[in-house]
């Protein structure tokens, strides 16, 4: 399980696995009757907080967020809940995983309402980060969110490397080429 220098602990998934449910009220809805998307980002951002500090046992902050897909709109009076397990560990970043469902209590309609990913980075009374304990996998499902997040990983290090050697030609006439079939028109 822990090669010999590893001398940090190994918490098990469970340990940190945390749930939170709140209730939609008309304060949190947009223009349209919706809840605003921002109340679930903050929502899935505490619960993400907990759950890695509960692994870490440390003050933790946010380092990104992967993909958030709103897949339903949620109404005011459901409940929503959200599920947060740590997914993945490095030295003193973690991956938390969030399941989002919406609950109709008066139809008893539940529906996903996104997945997403946060990075956490564990720090010191210094604010540096901190190696955090290790990561003991127990079910099939926990192996699969391992692997998976550590294959986003690499995904998004690649991406990241592409996106950075974007150009964008010096011409205009080159960008009007580039453009070319887009919805936007160069004023130039
Ligand atoms: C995220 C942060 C801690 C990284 O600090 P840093 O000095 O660059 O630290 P390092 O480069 O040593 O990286 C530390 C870990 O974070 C990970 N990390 C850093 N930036 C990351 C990013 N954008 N996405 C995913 N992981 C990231 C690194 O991979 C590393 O992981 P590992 O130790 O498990 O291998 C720092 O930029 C920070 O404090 N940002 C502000 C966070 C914050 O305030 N969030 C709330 C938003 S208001």
Known sequence: MSSPIDVQPYKPVSFSETVITELMIPSYSNFGGKIHGGILLS?????????????????CVTASIDTVDFLQPVEVGELVSLMASVNYVGKTSLVVGIRVISENIKTNTVQHTNTSY???????????????????????????????????????????????????????????????????????
Do not use: W
Request: hydrophobic share 35%.
């Open 43 to 59: 929502l899935m951002d505490k619960v993400a907080y907990v759950c890695a500090a509960k692994h870490a046992g440390n003050y």
């Open 118 to 188: 946060f990075t956490m980075v564990a720090k010191d009374e210094s604010n540096k980060p901190v190696m955090i304990p290790g990561l003991i996998l127990q079910t099939r499902d926990q192996v699969r969110r391992f692997i998976e997040a550590k294959r986003r990983k690499e995904i998004k290090q690649s991406y990241k490397q592409e996106v950075d050697a974007i150009e964008v030609p010096d011409e205009y006439e080159q960008c009007r080429d580039l453009l070319a079939g887009e919805r936007c028109y160069v004023a130039q």
